[in-house]
């Protein structure tokens, strides 16, 4: 593919691109808010995941202003559950540095938003503005490498300015945006990391991995580092229709301001029964949860929960957990639950 012109490689795809593109909700325009809003979503999420909270944010936040003037507990909350939060935190403070100074409308106006690295820039100018950047991300490296036939290591630095290099000669620039989400429609339904459905692939032609009969040996990554396993026991003591949560505080920056359940061993007095148990991957750790659970009838018998002295944290009720920072992890425990469940919303 390298070298080729590459004219008939983009009417192929744009021509397929054109004709089978996915429904997604964040293209139905080119507006600015909702474009920045789905990309940042999209990072590390797949596309299912993120359809309801795109809808959800933008009812909650319909304008930048909004999104601006809200409180950052509020932003936090709106995307409790998608997890990456540092993502959330950008958003807000680039939210406030767009009502201040105005749409961006250059590449290196995109980039300067906090949060925006090059594939985010590169997107948003490129649909938005109409800019000719070339967007690399994850599933169009994958695609460039087997096109290419070239097995280079995709971590390496070298790696991957020859990919981009290489999608930014295949560009349209007549129609970058069209060009970078059909690139990644490719990847995301198509050329997939494990089973590429070849037969079907409209740019299959030009494929040289393909035609070496090595597209599912490429790309070539480095060896995954081995996953550690922890055990996370938690607690939910439940009341009457509440929950007791407690902060996180700042030492574990990330997760700052949200909320979560306590682990057993703070309230290892407090008895209970082993109620649920399931897995939690975070990049290279997977968490075995087990949750233990302390209804207020069945334990406490002398006084109210809320006169017994629980440091550090606090009752909520059940329905207020939708409006809440809750860690994931929390929200899954009490999805668990069947006295949680009902009241919370939070299957
Ligand atoms: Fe991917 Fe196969 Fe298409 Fe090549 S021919 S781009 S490997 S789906």
Same mark, same amino acid.
């Given at each position: 593919?390298?070298?080729?012109?590459?004219?008939?490689?983009?009417?192929?795809?744009?021509?397929?691109?054109?004709?089978?593109?996915?429904?997604?909700?964040?293209?139905?325009?080119?507006?600015?808010?909702?474009?920045?809003?789905?990309?940042?979503?999209?990072?590390?999420?797949?596309?299912?995941?993120?359809?309801?909270?795109?809808?959800?944010?933008?009812?909650?936040?319909?304008?930048?202003?909004?999104?601006?003037?809200?409180?950052?507990?509020?932003?936090?909350?709106?995307?409790?559950?998608?997890?990456?939060?540092?993502?959330?935190?950008?958003?807000?403070?680039?939210?406030?540095?767009?009502?201040?100074?105005?749409?961006?409308?250059?590449?290196?106006?995109?980039?300067?938003?906090?949060?925006?690295?090059?594939?985010?820039? *590169? /997107?948003?100018?490129? @649909? =938005? #503005?109409? &800019?000719?950047?070339?967007?690399? %991300? $994850?599933? !169009?490296?994958?695609?460039?490498?087997?096109?290419?036939?070239?097995?280079?290591?995709?971590?390496?630095?070298?790696?991957?300015?020859?990919?981009?290099?290489?999608?930014?000669?295949?560009?349209?620039?007549?129609?970058?945006?069209?060009?970078?989400?059909?690139?990644?429609?490719?990847?995301?339904?198509?050329?997939?990391?494990?089973?590429?459905?070849?037969?079907?692939?409209?740019?299959?032609?030009?494929?040289?991995?393909?035609?070496?009969?090595?597209?599912?040996?490429?790309?070539?990554?480095?060896?995954? *580092? /081995?996953?550690?396993? @922890? =055990? #996370?026991? &938690?607690?939910?003591?439940?009341? %009457? $229709?509440? !929950?007791?949560?407690?902060?996180?505080?700042?030492?574990?920056?990330?997760?700052?301001?949200?909320?979560?359940?306590?682990?057993?061993?703070?309230?290892?007095?407090?008895?209970?029964?082993?109620?649920?148990?399931?897995?939690?991957?975070?990049?290279?750790?997977?968490?075995?949860?087990?949750?233990?659970?302390?209804?207020?009838?069945?334990?406490?018998?002398?006084?109210?929960?809320?006169?017994?002295?629980?440091?550090?944290?606090?009752?909520?009720?059940?329905?207020?957990?939708?409006?809440?920072?809750?860690?994931?992890?929390?929200?899954?425990?009490?999805?668990? &639950?069947?006295?949680?469940?009902?009241?919370?919303?939070?299957?």
């Amino acid at each position: 593919m390298t070298g080729r012109s590459a004219l008939p490689f983009r009417r192929a795809l744009l021509g397929w691109y054109d004709s089978v593109r996915r429904y997604l909700p964040w293209r139905e325009s080119s507006d600015f808010y909702r474009v920045w809003i789905s990309e940042v979503m999209l990072q590390q999420t797949r596309v299912e995941a993120v359809i309801p909270y795109f809808h959800r944010f933008l009812e909650q936040f319909p304008s930048i202003r909004a999104l601006a003037d809200a409180p950052e507990a509020d932003v936090l909350a709106a995307w409790s559950g998608l997890g990456y939060y540092s993502r959330a935190r950008n958003l807000h403070r680039a939210a406030k540095q767009v009502a201040n100074q105005g749409v961006p409308a250059s590449h290196d106006d995109v980039l300067s938003l906090p949060g925006a690295g090059p594939y985010t820039a *590169a /997107a948003i100018s490129s @649909i =938005v #503005l109409g &800019l000719p950047h070339a967007a690399v %991300d $994850g599933n !169009v490296i994958r695609v460039i490498s087997r096109l290419t036939n070239d097995a280079a290591e995709i971590s390496a630095p070298r790696t991957r300015a020859r990919f981009a290099a290489e999608a930014q000669r295949l560009l349209d620039t007549h129609r970058p945006g069209d060009f970078n989400q059909a690139m990644m429609e490719l990847g995301a339904t198509v050329c997939l990391p494990r089973t590429p459905l070849c037969p079907e692939c409209p740019v299959q032609r030009f494929c040289a991995g393909r035609a070496a009969g090595r597209e599912r040996e490429l790309p070539v990554k480095l060896k995954k *580092a /081995a996953v550690t396993e @922890i =055990v #996370l026991e &938690l607690l939910a003591m439940l009341w %009457d $229709g509440r !929950v007791f949560l407690i902060r996180r505080d700042d030492a574990e920056k990330r997760l700052a301001g949200f909320w979560e359940l306590p682990p057993r061993e703070l309230f290892a007095e407090v008895p209970g029964t082993r109620a649920s148990e399931f897995t939690h991957r975070i990049v290279n750790d997977r968490f075995r949860v087990v949750v233990w659970k302390a209804v207020w009838k069945a334990v406490w018998k002398a006084a109210a929960p809320a006169t017994v002295k629980l440091e550090g944290g606090r009752w909520f009720d059940l329905s207020e957990l939708t409006s809440l920072p809750v860690t994931t992890v929390t929200r899954k425990a009490l999805a668990g &639950l069947s006295e949680a469940k009902p009241a919370a919303g939070l299957s």
